[in-house]
C-alpha cells in the first residue's frame, strides 16, 4: 500500500460545485502539505499543517480551505470551483525539518 | 521572496553527463532537496544537502554552497529513462519546503 494515498485519482467538475480531495498518510508524520502543480509553474504550495491543531496558508490559499481531521488526515476542498482551478493536486507529509516529503500519486482535477 | 531559480528545460545524450543548477535566497536556509519527476507522476526524493559539498549517490551528485546560494544536481551515465523534470526545493524553517519551477530534462539516444 502506498504510504500517501489521495482520492480520488482524477475527476471531473462543473463551475461552482463544491469539491473536496482527501488525503491520507501511513508514515506517521505530523506535517502535511497540499500543492498544486501547473504546467510551467512547478509545484506551488496552497496549505499546510504542522499537527493537528496547526493550519497554515501557502502562496496560493484562495479560493481553497483545508481540514486536518487527525493526524493521518488532510483534505483540501474547493468551495466553488473555478475553471483555472484544474490542475494537477499533490499532498505531502514530511517528518520534522529538514525532513524528506513524500507525495502522494496526486490528483487530476478538471473544472469545465 | 522564496525565488528558486533553474533551468526550464535541459538536453543530452545517452552516456554523457549534465548538471542542472539551482540558486535560492539563503534567508532561512535549512537544506536543498531535489526530487525527479516523470510525467503525470509523484515527485520522488534524490537528495538532500545541508552542509557545503557534494553528495554523492550512485549516478547521481549534488552540490551545495550555502554562502551562495547555489546547489547543482549532477547526473553521471544518462540514460533514457532519466528524461524527467528535475525539481530544486529549499527547506526552510517554519514552513513548507518551496519549489522551484523545475527543469526538463530530454535525453536522446
Known amino acids: 500500500d502506498a504510504d500517501v494515498t489521495q482520492t480520488p485519482r482524477n475527476r471531473i467538475t462543473k463551475t461552482g460545485k463544491r469539491i473536496m480531495l482527501e488525503c491520507s498518510q501511513t508514515?506517521?508524520?505530523?506535517?502535511m502539505y497540499w500543492y498544486r502543480q501547473d504546467p510551467g509553474l512547478g509545484l506551488r504550495l496552497i496549505y499546510y499543517s504542522f499537527d493537528v491543531k496547526d493550519i497554515n496558508k501557502g502562496e496560493i490559499s484562495d479560493g481553497y480551505s483545508v481540514s486536518r481531521q487527525a493526524q493521518a488526515k488532510f483534505s483540501l476542498s474547493l468551495e466553488s470551483a473555478i475553471p483555472n482551478q484544474t490542475a494537477l493536486y499533490f499532498c505531502a507529509t514530511s517528518d520534522a525539518p529538514p525532513g524528506e516529503a513524500f507525495f502522494g500519486q496526486g490528483t487530476r482535477l478538471t473544472v469545465v | 521572496g522564496q525565488n528558486i531559480d533553474q533551468p526550464t528545460e535541459m538536453t543530452a545524450t545517452e552516456g554523457a553527463i549534465v548538471q542542472i543548477n539551482c540558486t535560492y535566497q539563503t534567508s532561512g536556509f535549512n537544506g536543498l532537496f531535489w526530487y525527479q519527476q516523470h510525467a503525470g507522476e509523484a515527485p520522488t526524493f534524490l537528495s538532500y544537502?545541508?552542509?557545503?559539498g557534494l553528495e554523492e549517490k550512485g549516478r547521481f551528485s549534488s552540490f551545495l554552497s550555502r554562502s551562495k546560494g547555489y546547489s547543482y544536481l549532477l547526473l553521471k551515465e544518462l540514460q533514457m529513462k532519466d528524461s524527467a523534470s528535475y525539481l530544486c526545493?529549499?527547506?526552510?524553517?517554519?514552513?513548507?519546503?518551496?519549489f522551484g519551477k523545475g527543469t526538463t530534462l530530454s535525453v536522446s539516444s
Open positions: 526545493a529549499k527547506s526552510q524553517a517554519g514552513t513548507a519546503l518551496i
Open positions: 544537502n545541508v552542509l557545503d
Open positions: 508514515k506517521g508524520h505530523d506535517r
